[in-house]
């Protein structure tokens, strides 16, 4: 079956830029749905970062709107997530989530192992 792969996370100053990339690691023989990431700060709960839909449609939790975009490459069943102007509460390990049709035919989510992400004060 298929697994879910992070990339992009790192340690960056204040003030700075990732970008996060997550891909499943082998062949689609599934349908893929909406996509997510999420991220869990040490301590914290998971909370849902951003999302798209298959149609490119977005949303934001509040902390991040105007820093962070979501996008996806429905031909490469990829999503991004650019984060700009980082800040220290940025810091957790970033999860990638993804809707697909499981081998029950029905909808289920998958996720990544996660990558560390490190916003420096």
């Known amino acids: 079956q298929v697994q879910l792969v992070e990339s992009g996370g790192g340690l960056v100053q204040a003030g700075g830029s990732l970008r996060l990339s997550c891909a499943p690691s082998?062949?689609?023989?599934?349908?893929?749905?909406?996509m997510a990431w999420y991220r869990q700060a040490p301590g914290r709960q998971r909370e849902l970062v951003a999302s798209?839909?298959?149609?490119?449609?977005?949303n934001y939790t509040d902390s991040v709107k105007g820093r962070f975009t979501i996008s996806r490459d429905n031909t490469k069943n990829t999503v991004y997530l650019q984060m700009n102007s980082l800040k220290s509460e940025d810091t957790a390990v970033y999860y990638c989530?993804?809707?697909?049709?499981?081998?029950?035919?029905?909808?289920?989510?998958?996720w990544g192992l996660g990558t560390q992400v490190t916003v420096s004060s």
């Open positions: 989530n993804s809707k697909m049709v499981g081998s029950s035919g029905r909808w289920s989510d998958y």
């Open positions: 082998g062949r689609i023989f599934s349908i893929i749905g909406s």
């Open positions: 798209v839909t298959t149609g490119g449609s977005t």
